[in-house]
């Protein structure tokens, strides 16, 4: 087991054939700095470790045949089990999975943690989802090779809602999909570029007027790209 923090109060375990790809994004950027803040913890546990023959085999060919290799429950089972303070859910990164939501990383961010199971090859013996995990999660209708960078955009999604987690909290408050609605149009400097200007309404000072301005860009945006979001799809 590689330990990426200390005594943290958000708790991620993750399962993995691949805890280097996880523990090398989870040590950078905004995780990295949570972590080293001690707002969060990512603890990845390889599958592998828990193999028990000589060859260390995690996966064999299906019953009933087909292509590809299917994940041993044996190994999955003991990895989990070797880790009873993980926190629940375990969440099983699948494409049968329901799809992930800011809401599904919002309820998940007001925990005290969770844990996550990567599949790789054809992914993982069925008893494994019957049995062990708690909920099957999707990033979307295509096919990735394994369930480590699902795992990471489940990670990150749900720790930069985490309290000190971003610079500033409100900017997840306020951001895409929080308010229901897209996030607004955004503009920095310079107010000129390349003689493409900055709505005069941002630059006028008047907070209320602002407010007022990008409320409605939000809605008039989330109509004409998402009208689903607003349940007019
Ligand atoms: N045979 C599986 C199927 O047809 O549904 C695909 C297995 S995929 C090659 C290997 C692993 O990648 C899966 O077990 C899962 O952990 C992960 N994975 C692939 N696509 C995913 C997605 N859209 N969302 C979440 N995890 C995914």
Same mark, same amino acid.
């Given at each position: 087991m590689?330990?990426?923090?200390?005594?943290?109060?958000?708790?991620?375990?993750?399962f993995?054939?691949?805890?280097?790809?996880?523990?090398?994004?989870?040590?950078?950027?905004?995780?990295?700095?949570?972590?080293?803040?001690?707002?969060?913890?990512?603890?990845?546990h390889?599958?592998?470790?828990?193999?028990?023959?000589?060859?260390?085999?995690?996966?064999?060919?299906?019953?009933?045949?087909?292509?590809?290799?299917?994940?041993?429950?044996?190994?999955?089972?003991?990895a989990?089990?070797?880790?009873?303070?993980?926190?629940?859910?375990?969440?099983?990164?699948?494409?049968?999975?329901?799809?992930?939501?800011?809401?599904?990383?919002?309820?998940?961010?007001?925990?005290?943690?969770?844990?996550?199971?990567?599949?790789?090859?054809?992914?993982? !013996?069925?008893?494994?989802?019957?049995?062990?995990? !708690?909920?099957?999660?999707?990033?979307?209708?295509?096919?990735?090779?394994?369930?480590?960078?699902?795992?990471?955009?489940?990670?990150?999604?749900?720790?930069?809602?985490?309290?000190?987690?971003?610079?500033?909290?409100?900017?997840?408050?306020?951001?895409?999909?929080?308010?229901?609605?897209?996030?607004?149009?955004?503009?920095?400097?310079?107010?000129?570029?390349?003689?493409?200007?900055?709505?005069?309404?941002?630059?006028?000072?008047?907070?209320?007027?602002?407010?007022?301005?990008?409320?409605?860009?939000?809605?008039?945006?989330?109509?004409?790209?998402?009208?689903?979001?607003?349940?007019?799809?």
């Open positions: 590689t330990e990426t923090g200390h005594n943290l109060p958000f708790r991620v375990d993750v993995t054939l691949f805890p280097e790809l996880v523990d090398s994004y989870c040590g950078a950027s905004i995780l990295g700095r949570a972590r080293d803040k001690g707002l969060l913890s990512v603890a990845t390889n599958i592998r470790d828990h193999a028990t023959d000589v060859h260390r085999s995690v996966d064999d060919a299906p019953f009933g045949g087909g292509a590809g290799m299917v994940m041993m429950p044996g190994p999955i089972f003991s989990v089990e070797a880790v009873p303070e993980a926190h629940r859910p375990l969440i099983l990164l699948s494409p049968a999975g329901t799809t992930f939501s800011q809401s599904l990383a919002q309820e998940l961010a007001s925990g005290p943690g969770f844990s996550v199971l990567c599949g790789r090859y054809e992914g993982v !013996d069925e008893r494994v989802v019957e049995h062990l995990v !708690d909920q099957e999660v999707s990033l979307g209708d295509f096919v990735l090779a394994g369930g480590e960078l699902a795992a990471l955009v489940v990670i990150e999604a749900v720790a930069r809602l985490r309290p000190g987690v971003l610079g500033n909290d409100e900017s997840s408050r306020d951001e895409s999909f929080s308010s229901g609605l897209l996030e607004y149009p955004q503009y920095t400097r310079p107010a000129e570029f390349r003689g493409w200007g900055v709505p005069e309404v941002l630059r006028s000072g008047d907070h209320a007027k602002v407010a007022e301005w990008q409320r409605r860009e939000a809605i008039e945006r989330t109509q004409r790209r998402r009208p689903d979001l607003l349940g007019d799809g």
